[in-house]
């Protein structure tokens, strides 16, 4: 019997949205949901596919999460929205408050969105694409659970807290997009890790007592490490400012406090930051800053080696429209046993 299983997007989907519905998550939080897992699958970003569908189930189960909850848009300032999750999913919340965003950007230059209340345990970038792909510069950044230790600490005190980058691009071309932990890697990574049996590369974490180790299993049970040391400590706590107390929102330590151990994560928030490019120049230079940002890539792409943030992505993107995609038995029998509530 093969160990894994082929499937298709609408496949996947199709997986996703019954097992949601199943567990009593809305239509509407369901189809947010499959969306992002599909997409993560679409784009080979397997920590983020179907993988997490077990922590969807587990978090509406467990009441931290309310799983038909209605997101509601609160007009803070000129620049300012507030979207409330009111203790939902995250990828609904985010939909509803996309347009007002964008309204309040392409008028005035720049907005800011407060997510507050929400549960998000997808990647970022979804968000910041989907605003890249209606012309605008956009930035995200979220907490999560205490997992990483500070530079020199050895217990954990930040989320992974990733952060993600759209720039859009001229003439049909994908945005630029980068999404990245300010960890040495995403906790999916090393979660992932430990389902194969793999062990981690070194520097990506230390055990109980404060020694590094490559056993995941360890790594789960002491704290993961910022990338670059204190540097990527320094952005951590950037994001635990701004997805936490400038909006109101839990730090990751709060978070843990309020953690049911049993592979959900309660809500947090997320802040994201858009600007208009065509406000950023004179009438007549409208159009400049994306030629000028091409150059640029243009520049970088003369070396070998190189590649623009999520070309890898973009690339499976063409690939798995028709090919599909695979994913581990015990992965697809563990979601088909969810649909059993």
């Known amino acids: 019997m093969s160990e894994s299983i082929p499937l298709s997007l609408s496949d996947v989907h199709a997986l996703a949205s019954a097992t949601l519905r199943a567990n009593g998550i809305s239509d509407e939080q369901s189809q947010a ?42 007009d803070l ?9 009111h203790n939902g999913f995250a990828p609904l919340a985010l939909r509803v408050g996309r347009e007002p965003l964008v309204e ?15 549960c998000h345990i997808a990647a970022l970038w979804p968000e910041v694409e989907a605003l890249a792909e209606r012309g605008l510069v956009a930035f995200a950044f979220v907490t999560a659970a205490s997992y990483v230790a500070p530079a020199g600490g050895t217990k954990p005190l930040f989320g992974t807290n990733p952060m993600a980058f ?38 990506w974490a230390i055990d109980a007592d404060g020694q590094p180790t490559t056993d995941p299993a360890a790594a789960l049970a002491g704290a993961q490490l910022p990338f670059g040391g204190y540097k990527g400590a320094a952005i951590a706590l950037m994001v635990e400012l701004l997805a936490g107390a400038l909006i109101g929102g839990p730090f990751s330590f709060e978070v843990s406090q309020m953690d049911k151990k049993d592979g959900s994560l309660p809500p947090r928030g997320e802040f994201i ?38 070309d890898r992505r973009y690339q499976m993107r063409q690939i798995t429209p ?7 038995r015990t992965l697809f029998e563990q979601i088909k046993n969810l649909q059993q509530v």
């Open 33 to 74: 949901l499959a969306d992002t897992v599909t997409a993560a699958e679409r784009d080979g970003c397997k920590s983020h596919g179907l993988f997490r569908i077990p922590a969807y189930v587990q978090s509406a189960r467990n009441g931290l999460v309310n799983p038909v909850a209605v997101p509601s848009v609160h």
């Open 77 to 85: 300032a000129p620049g300012v929205i507030q979207v409330d999750a």
């Open 104 to 118: 309040k950007t392409t008028s005035q230059g720049i907005a800011a969105l407060g997510l507050i209340n929400s």
């Open 166 to 203: 759209a720039w859009p691009r001229p003439d049909g071309k994908p945005p630029l997009v980068f999404d990245q932990a300010s960890s040495a890697s995403a906790r999916g990574e090393i979660m992932l890790h430990q389902r194969d049996g793999k062990p981690l590369p070194e520097g």
């Open 273 to 310: 930051i858009t600007i208009d490019p065509g406000h950023c120049v004179s009438a007549d230079n409208k159009t400049a800053q994306l030629a000028h940002a091409e150059a640029l890539f243009s520049r970088m792409l003369e070396q070998p080696g190189t590649r623009l943030p999520a």
């Open 322 to 328: 028709t090919e599909g995609i695979t994913i581990p």
